[in-house]
């Protein structure tokens, strides 16, 4: 159990102790409900928030932006995207620094009944840092974004579904023992905000482009004198299940990707960074993002101290000697005069 925390820690130790009675408990709410169909419906959940699915979900969203009828969805799940993504993974990652349950509770006597559970959802892994739930946040600022244009719509009766399936990859992120549950808390509310900007952006982007004649025109049903039908939403339809499809299949086979080789403090079971030109294996060895930049910044460091050490060796070898000539030039000078 966490009961000291050293001043040098980061916000993310400060989290593990200060919510780690809550964050065991839920943890064990979700590890007795463990079967292999739940496992199988969380897999399916949390695909819905990885970046296989999300990404092929903006460039649908950039699409539908060229449509007048659609325009507003695709501008605010854009917009919704992109606040989502600095808040969580370039503000709230670097400044927070929580490393994943399934590494940090191996010093704390929870372990023992955790790796049961870890280990029976599958051994997922990622390969950063843990605050905020990065698939929460998409999961909730694409579904808030929808469910408001939705509403904004008149279409209420469809509204809920957004929302209740990022309920579903919030609460598998936990199931799956790869977040701690405040993590998801904090993606969820991350989400939430993300989504509202996301759907006032797309508001007043209308607004703007209602007014300027040269961007109205920017639409595929003028330029191509398209209509949108419902085949349309059909043939959207199938490809966001293909997609999700995709997602929901490379996550079946994460389990065999191989681990960070880190084991200082704990045995890291990050996903570890193999075949990237960004990250090449360090002394033969592969590891996850998080401890690769750590080992580099060491070898930086280190490189750098024994650099000055050689140079201070060698000014404290310099011979006496050195500085004669000028005391003899100096002695001849006064000879001279």
Not at 151 to 156: A, L, P, T, V, W
Not at 181 to 189: K, L, S, Y
Not at 246 to 266: H, N, P, Q, R, W
Request: with cysteine; proline share 4%.
């Amino acid at each position: 159990m966490f009961n000291i925390i050293p001043l040098a820690a980061t916000i993310g130790d400060k989290l593990d102790a200060s919510f780690f009675g809550l964050d065991t408990a839920i943890f064990s709410f979700f590890g007795s409900m463990q079967n292999s169909v739940l496992t199988i419906i969380a897999k399916l959940f949390t695909s819905m928030g990885d970046e296989d699915f999300i990404i092929p979900v903006a460039v649908l969203a950039l699409l539908l932006c060229l449509f007048k009828k659609t325009r507003k969805y695709g501008i605010a799940v854009l917009s919704a995207v992109a606040i989502g993504t600095i808040i969580t993974n370039l503000a709230l990652k670097p400044m927070v620094l929580r490393v994943r349950p399934y590494n940090t509770l191996q010093m704390t006597d929870f372990w023992a009944q955790f790796k049961n559970w870890y280990a029976g959802v599958g051994s997922l892994s990622e390969s950063d840092y843990s605050f905020p739930s990065g698939h929460t946040t998409s999961a909730f600022e694409v579904a808030v974004a929808v469910c408001l244009c939705l509403i904004s719509d008149k279409k209420g009766k469809f509204a809920w579904i957004p929302p209740v399936l990022a309920l579903g990859t919030a609460c598998s992120r936990i199931y799956l023992m790869v977040h701690y549950p405040t993590d998801v808390i904090a993606g969820a509310c991350a989400g939430i905000l993300a989504g509202i900007c996301g759907f006032l952006i797309s508001k007043l982007a209308l607004v703007i482009i209602g007014k300027v004649k040269a961007l109205d025109r920017i639409c595929l049903e003028e330029l191509f004198h398209l209509k949108i039908t419902k085949a349309f939403y059909i043939v959207l339809a199938v490809v966001l299940v293909c997609d999700i499809g995709v997602a929901f299949g490379k996550l079946m086979t994460e389990s065999d990707e191989v681990k960070c080789a880190y084991s200082e403090e704990y045995v890291c079971n990050n996903k570890a960074r193999i075949g990237e030109d960004k990250y090449p294996p360090i002394g033969g060895k592969n590891y996850c993002k998080i401890h690769w930049k750590q080992l580099t910044a060491e070898g930086q460091g280190t490189g750098e101290q024994e650099a000055d050490e050689e140079v201070t060796n060698e000014t404290e070898t310099l011979p006496v000697t050195e500085a004669q000539p000028a005391e003899e030039t100096e002695a001849e000078t006064n000879a001279a005069a």
